[in-house]
């Protein structure tokens, strides 16, 4: 049973940051795409970023770019989002991990293109983040 846990949210002054995980398990981590959500209050899904199998290739989406750092750890099952410069309005929301199989492409561009797609192989429970004026 494949499953992908975030954690590391919570309340946060504006100005902070902030690094949440998602731990994978029960697939070979390696082989998979990793990409982050959010999703603020009463707004739709924001792609916010991804990393390829190897971890040598990350897309970050512009509005947070400069921001947001993604990394994984394929030792140890794990993707992580580094979010600096934390922001009230725009980042409170539920930051969700997702998984697609992928072993064999990792361009910049084959990330961005992921995290258009409507449906993805696994996904996790979110995290809430909630930045504090």
């Known amino acids: 049973q494949v499953q992908l846990v975030e954690s590391g949210g919570g309340l946060v002054q504006a100005g902070g940051s902030l690094r949440l995980s998602c731990a994978a398990s029960g697939l070979v981590f390696s082989n998979y795409t990793m990409t982050w959500f959010r999703q603020a209050p009463g707004k739709g899904r924001e792609f916010v970023g991804g990393i390829n199998w190897i971890g040598d290739t990350t897309y970050i989406a512009d509005p947070v770019k400069g921001r947001f750092t993604i990394s994984r750890d394929n030792a140890k099952n794990l993707v992580f989002l580094q979010i600096d410069s934390l922001k009230p309005a725009e980042d409170t929301a539920v930051y969700y991990c997702?998984?697609?199989?992928?072993?064999?492409?990792?361009?910049?561009?084959?990330?961005?293109?992921?995290?258009?797609?409507?449906?993805?192989?696994?996904w996790g429970q979110g995290t809430r983040v909630t930045v504090s004026s």
């Open positions: 997702a998984a697609d199989w992928a072993p064999s492409s990792g361009t910049w561009d084959d990330i961005r293109k992921m995290g258009l797609k409507e449906d993805h192989d696994y």
